[in-house]
């Protein structure tokens, strides 16, 4: 008797066994990696948090202690830590599953195509090269302006998994005062903005052939950078893609060595046709569509014969504003 009740005084005071909260614990973990390894063996275009991608912030654990009710002292509770646990696993697996989502380029520069026209080679082009498995990818896109280089490049962004790694920056912007150091000093804010989660990608636009050598210098940056400074701590192992626009004059089409051979190594040049006046037919349908416009056969024909006169100087770019003028906005019935 005496024995019995001296077992169950021992029992009492003893505490309750930690294992519960342990278990939750490693269960937590085995999904933080079983997310990760199963993503990466069977990856998916789109991420796995909509919210994040969107970007939108994660629910973090710390609100589901809060909705569990403030002031219980709720984290002691070992079902509510695991649930908390749990929260954060997954949390961290969806950051998993949206920074190594892939990107496929060769189905983006479909899509890219529908919006570009006549430009078949030169996008093809650049799904090769910017497919390639390395860190480090950049193209420049040549040709007279209004052939699609500015349209490729806003469509590729439109595209890109990770818009808050996309940094667009005019080189020649009108007005704007701007010369070679304030350039590049703003070009250092984009490298120290580089970030681990997914791809960087840089557009450089309004450069012309007297630009031409700020290319070697600026892959010389990336290429060289260091990882100290750079956003989420990365080991300078980011993947960063560069896109350079180079606007060029008649003459300088007709002497393509003397800008082409300026351009580094590690950049491939995307040479975009010069558009023809049959060109022009696809470009104002695409405008119209665009724009939500309408015009008579006899506006057609003005419209066509306008953008022809500056069809070497402005290509299709002259198109909008001559349809603004001479067309008539769609109204639905």
Known sequence: ?????????????????????????????????????????????????????????????????????????????????????????????????????????????????????????????????????????????????????????????????????????????????????????????????LSGCGMNLHIIDDLTVDNADMVPIYNDMILRRESEGTKDKGTASETVIVVYIFNLKPKDLENPLKYLQKLSPDTTSVAFRCFEPKDLKSCLENELKAANYKLSEEAEIKVLEGAQQNLAVSGCKSLKALVQQLGEPVTSN
């Not at 479909?110 to 090769?128: F, P, S, T």
């Open 1 to 193: 008797m005496a024995r019995n009740h001296h077992r169950q005084s021992i029992g009492e005071h003893q505490s309750p066994p930690s294992s519960p909260l342990l278990y939750w614990i490693i269960s937590a973990l085995i999904v933080i990696a079983t997310s990760c390894l199963l993503y990466v063996l069977f990856p998916a275009q789109k991420s796995a948090h909509d919210g994040y991608q969107s970007g939108q912030p994660l629910v973090h654990a710390t609100r589901l202690l809060a909705e569990r009710g403030a002031g219980d002292h709720s984290w002691r509770d070992s079902e509510t830590a695991a649930a908390a646990a749990v929260a954060t696993a997954e949390e961290k697996a969806s950051r998993c599953h949206f920074c190594s989502q892939p990107m496929y380029m060769k189905n983006a520069f479909n899509q890219i195509g529908l919006q570009v026209q006549n430009q078949d080679r030169a996008l093809a082009q650049m799904a090769e090269v910017l497919s390639r498995n390395r860190n480090f990818r950049s193209v420049a896109l040549m040709g007279p302006p209004g052939v699609g280089k500015t349209m490729t490049a806003t469509a590729l962004i439109k595209s890109f998994p990770w818009p808050e790694n996309v940094r667009t920056y005019s080189w020649n912007s009108k007005g704007s005062g701007k010369d070679d150091v304030s350039n590049f000093r703003k070009l250092r804010e984009f490298m120290h903005d």
